[in-house]
């Protein structure tokens, strides 16, 4: 019989659905491993042939693991809430529920096209109520809990309610935002309204003062990356930053824990870098400017360089810093509030960055140098963020660029602190040189004189080490429709209240109009029934952000269908955490940081027994396209569009200012991503058809300048570049084009053949055919070419069993390492040999069918079940390798002259040079290129070759 791969996938999808191969349970017998992919946001565009990438690699270990005897779960669902549906919504007018759950349906055909073991009875999507049901009660249990700072864990905020109660917040040690210390007697004689305010200043879920992206031409609150240089990137309105009541997650609470849990996970160090960096850890130092003529005022700084003190000299506030008002003179309060309106249209990143243009104002006001005494000016700056530090900085003009920018725009002074002659590569702002112009630290290195001045600061109560982080709050508030409902509510009061746990899910109400208020608030907003249902009842109408629910999904795929709680105590203590994440570099923080946050809040709550989520992660590579691109004459040629083929524009080395480039689809070029493609007159035709505004236009090729009315030979060379696959640039390749053609197996294999898992490789669908041959030649081990099966119980050649069992070897080495690529390499060399032996064994077909079972699960079943087995494939057990078979007794030497192979002799391992020269002579197809000409030279390499030299 012939491979017809469509009958072997058709037949054996049917199969395994009904059989329900896949499906795990709990199984104390095994020892578990859990598979974990990023699960996918289902975008209307499906999957193109670089997302199943990591898919398919975490399906060949899956199925590896499981035939090695381990109880694997292997889960995947869709991260189904957020702003593309949403925008998609307001764009065409389909409810984001529709067209997400079209979205899934067309996702889980693909995917089942491509032969994934994934256990669907586990699949979970985000916007199921049965599933945000628990992404709103782990919400709950953040905001009902604070972190208390000396045992390192967080704690139920009632416990904090009786300490206050007790004693007051004097003692207390927690994460949290600054106030007044209070006593318990102070602490009762406040407000409800007034205690509910302070608590928010410890919970781990809080709410505080936020900026959102507002574009007021459109009534909208916009993304980030909806804001291009202050400007909305639909119709180029302006955006301003605006104050708004929001929720955030108290992350930085378990920064400390987020940089130590990093050193135990095998992840790369890149990775690690990336999330350290964000954390960004700092020591130093608490330091007070006494206000000049204020004295019960002081500006707190903290800085990490407290040796370049006595070069600071002016302070800058935040512009929105709560002590600018009673800091601006009312001589400067008029243009103090002109410049905070105009820094509204920068967003955070913007004025962080902003160096090439410093902005910045005078407040009229003095602070006294904590040690010199001398008074020196407060400036508000574009470039100081309220949420960085304390909102303040002193400034050191002498030793930091940012700052010597701003006083040399300002003419501010500077004084240089550090003397970096005897170190000529330092460069401003590095922790060498030696200290000048500093008093008591004169003549100190830096690492020294840092050292010093915190032991001065603190013995003369001017400041107090302590340790900082880079990392902010994170932000957790939406003013979109298509997210979580937040589970509270508020009274008349204005008072936060969590919602009766046993009423949740909050659903989300249906709604039509997904357009933001014209006040910023949630589309929720308009549904009055929704958002006051009871006398005295508010609901929130913010919704939370998408990464809420990706934040724990992992845990919910261990008992998916529970309805008393997120998952039971009995499957998480089985399945405990991830042992293998796959994914893309792009969630390197805020996915990865969020989940381990929520992680460890959960594991301090006593919900899950590991504080770290995800033990090893792979990051894989991107699968780029071609992109392919028309040269066009920006000036046109008699008033008509002038194409020009790309080989004519390398060799008159036509200037590129002169030339734009004109994507075009791959399916109109001829020969794609070669040196040689090109559009034909088929091709030109196409192009015309989809883009009609060129039917008059001109093309001009080796044989001239051509119209599309009369085109004869022509080949317009177009421009080859690798790029993003996307539809912007006409280059998606969908998989179900490429599996209809080769089939599901080929494109699993050729998909991993194209190199390290964890790189990014183009694509290219002519590289594809060798792979397909391969399949077709193991094919031929068990068929001859009258379709017969030839598979025989003869006992093996020692030859053959060599070659499969460094097969068997070679995979199970290269799989654990994930280099499939090798891996397959390895298959279409012992594939090559068995044929070169006409070798078709039961005895060798039999481990060679399950050694590629997790690559080629499909044909690798059908196979199975020829050699006459009952059961799947992926059932059977991996086979072990024989280390007999890999002791080399003989070793086959080329016999080589003057270079050039003329022949070959195996001989024992062992085998003298003068035996192994004696046996090259004795050849007789070397006898006849030596006879009657002197050997100058033998060349024994050991067990490789040898070469003589005549």
């Not at 505080?208 to 400007?231: F, P, Q, R, S």
């Not at 669908?765 to 094919?779: A, H, N, Q, R």
Request: with cysteine; aromatic share 12%; charged share 25%.
């Amino acid at each position: 019989m012939k491979l017809d791969f469509e009958h072997i996938e058709s037949k054996w999808k049917k199969i395994w659905a009904e059989t329900h191969l896949y499906k795990v349970n709990e199984d104390t017998t095994k020892p578990k491993y859990y598979v974990l992919d990023m699960f996918p946001y289902p975008s209307g565009a499906g999957l193109h042939v670089g997302h199943p990438l990591g898919y398919v690699g975490s399906d060949i270990y899956t199925r590896y693991k499981r035939m090695k005897g381990f109880n694997v779960l292997h889960p995947m669902g869709y991260d189904a809430f957020g702003l593309p549906a949403e925008q998609y919504a307001l764009d065409t007018g389909v409810h984001p529920a529709k067209s997400t759950s079209d979205n899934i349906i067309r996702y889980r055909s693909q995917l089942d096209n491509i032969g994934l073991s994934f256990d669907w009875s586990r699949q979970v999507r985000t916007d199921d109520p049965e599933y945000y049901r628990w992404t709103q009660w782990i919400f709950l249990q953040i905001f009902q809990h604070y972190y208390d700072k000396t045992d390192d864990k967080a704690y139920p905020i009632s416990r904090l309610i009786d300490i206050f109660n007790n004693k007051g917040s004097i003692g207390v040690n927690a994460a949290g935002s600054s106030h007044a210390p209070f006593t318990g007697d102070q602490w009762a004689a406040m407000t409800p309204a007034e205690q509910s305010q302070m608590l928010m200043n410890y919970r781990l879920a809080y709410r505080k003062i936020g900026y959102v992206n507002w574009c007021e031409a459109l009534g909208t609150v916009l993304a980030n990356d909806e804001v291009k240089d202050g400007l909305s990137e639909r119709g180029g309105f302006p955006v301003v930053q605006k104050e708004m009541l929001q929720w955030s997650l108290r992350i930085t609470a378990y920064a400390e824990r987020l940089l130590e849990g990093m050193e135990s996970l095998q992840w790369s160090e890149s990775m690690k870098t990336v999330q350290r960096n964000w954390i960004g850890r700092s020591e130093g130092a608490f330091i007070h400017f006494q206000v000049a003529d204020q004295p019960e005022v002081s500006i707190k700084v903290f800085t990490t360089r407290p040796d370049t003190i006595f070069g600071s000299t002016f302070i800058v506030l935040a512009p929105d810093h709560e002590l600018v008002p009673a800091l601006t003179s009312v001589d400067f309060s008029k243009a103090a509030e002109t410049f905070k309106e105009r820094i509204k249209s920068k967003s955070a990143e913007q004025r962080s960055t902003s160096q090439k243009t410093p902005d910045g104002m005078w407040l009229g006001s003095y602070a006294l140098h904590p040690i010199t005494g001398d008074e020196i000016q407060i400036w508000i700056a574009d470039y100081v963020l309220r949420d960085y530090g304390t909102g303040a900085i002193m400034a050191v003009p002498g030793d930091d660029a940012r700052d010597r920018a701003f006083a040399v725009h300002y003419q501010l002074p500077v004084l240089e602190v550090i003397d970096r002659l005897q170190v000529p590569d330092a460069e401003m702002g590095d922790r060498e040189g030696i200290m000048i112009n500093s008093s008591f630290l004169d003549g100190l290195n830096v690492q020294a004189a840092i050292s010093s001045m915190l032991d001065y600061l603190e013995k003369n109560n001017l400041g107090v080490r302590n340790v900082e982080y880079k990392l902010r709050d994170a932000n957790f508030s939406r003013q979109r429709y298509w997210g979580e409902p937040f589970p509270v509510y508020y009274d008349d009061a204005g008072i936060v209240h969590a919602m009766d746990e046993n009423t949740l899910p909050l659903e989300l109400p249906d709604l039509d109009d997904f357009k933001p208020s014209p006040d910023g608030r949630s589309p929720l907003a308009r549904l009055t029934e929704w958002t006051q249902p009871y006398p005295g009842v508010t609901r929130e109408t913010d919704t939370m952000p998408g990464y809420a629910g990706s934040s724990w999904y992992f845990l919910r795929y261990m008992d998916p269908t529970n309805d008393k709680t997120f998952a039971s105590k009995e499957s998480i203590d089985y399945w405990k955490d991830v042992d293998l994440y796959i994914g893309g570099v792009e969630h390197a923080v805020g996915h990865l940081m969020y989940s381990r946050f929520w992680h460890k809040v959960l594991y301090d709550l006593g919900r899950v027994p590991t504080q770290e989520p995800f033990k090893k992660l792979v990051n894989q590579g991107m699968i780029q396209g071609i992109v392919e691109s028309l040269f066009l004459f920006k000036e046109k040629k008699d008033g008509k569009a002038h194409f020009i083929s790309a080989d004519l524009v390398t060799e008159r080395k036509i200037p590129k200012e002169q030339l734009s480039t004109i994507p075009v689809h791959i399916d109109f070029v001829t020969d794609y991503g070669h040196p040689d493609s090109h559009l034909n007159e088929m091709g030109i035709a196409s192009f015309i058809k989809w883009r009609p505004e060129y039917s008059t236009a001109l093309f001009e090729t080796k044989n001239g300048i051509q119209q599309f009315s009369d085109l004869k030979d022509v080949e317009l060379r177009t421009l080859s570049e690798i790029g993003k696959m996307s539809k912007r640039y006409h280059n998606v390749v969908n998989p179900d084009d490429v599996i209809a053609r080769y089939g599901a197996d080929c494109f699993r294999m050729y998909e991993m053949f194209l190199g390290p898992i964890e790189q990014s490789k183009p694509w290219d669908t002519m590289g594809i055919e060798g792979v397909s041959k391969f399949l077709k030649k193991l094919w031929s081990l068990f068929f001859n070419d009258q379709d017969e099966l030839i598979v025989n119980r003869n006992s093996a050649s020692d030859d053959a069993q060599k070659a499969i069992h460094a097969t068997i070897k070679k995979i199970n080495e290269d799989v654990e390492r994930f280099s499939f690529n090798t891996a397959i390499s390895q298959f279409m060399i012992c594939v090559n040999e068995l044929r070169k032996l006409d070798e078709h064994s039961v005895e060798i077909l039999d481990p060679l069918v399950r050694t590629i079972a997790p690559f080629a699960p499909f044909l690798s079943e059908e196979l199975w079940s020829l050699l006459g087995h009952h059961s799947s494939v992926h059932l059977a057990p991996f086979p072990d390798y024989d280390e007999k078979w890999l002791v080399t007794t003989s070793i086959i030497y080329p016999v080589c002259i003057n270079g050039k192979k003329r022949g070959e002799i195996n001989l024992p391992v062992g085998s003298t040079n003068a035996e192994i020269e004696k046996a090259a002579m004795d050849l007789p197809e070397i006898l006849k290129w030596v006879e009657g000409k002197p050997i100058r030279k033998v060349v024994i390499v050991p067990d490789k070759m040898i070469n003589m030299v005549i």
